[in-house]
């Protein structure tokens, strides 16, 4: 019951930031992911900020690097590197709203990057992720585009 109460209030809380959610990329101040480096999440298996001289726009947003090498191979596959649901929560997009994210609540599931709300949410996501990331997939192909 209180995993439930949980999901409910974390639906509440995000309701409200998801109307404001329009790009298709979770950005703060321009930058996705809060400018921290997308390949290195999977290269260094940690995050790393990136550096403004490493910029690349790409699907209407900043992408910072921490380095030349992992700005080439973010250009040349961003689709490997650049998280799932444009960086939004996963539990969230499950759930069929984009929600803002928290960069330490990263995982790599099948080689693949993925965020959440916080970590509270990150638990209960990681416990299921396997039921919710079909769900996520399908639910994003209809939110993306919208607030």
Excluded at 1 to 25: E, H
Aim: proline letters at 4%.
């Amino acid at each position: 019951m209180k995993q439930s109460f949980l999901v409910f209030l974390f639906s509440i809380a995000i309701s409200a930031s998801a109307l404001a959610q329009k790009s298709q990329t979770f950005q703060t101040n321009g930058k996705a992911i809060r400018g921290f480096d997308a390949v290195a999440f999977h290269t260094e298996a940690k995050p790393v900020e990136g550096k403004p001289e490493y910029s690349y726009q790409w699907n209407d947003a900043a992408w910072f690097f921490s380095s030349q090498a992992n700005l080439d191979s973010f250009k040349m596959a961003p689709q490997k590197y650049a998280p799932q649901y444009g960086g939004y929560c996963a539990y969230g997009t499950s759930d069929g709203h984009k929600a803002p994210t928290e960069t330490d609540t990263w995982t790599i599931v099948d080689s693949k990057l993925y965020f959440n709300y916080n970590k509270k949410v990150k638990e209960q996501w990681s416990k299921k992720n396997g039921e919710l990331i079909p769900k996520a997939d399908k639910n994003w192909e209809v939110i993306k585009d919208k607030e």
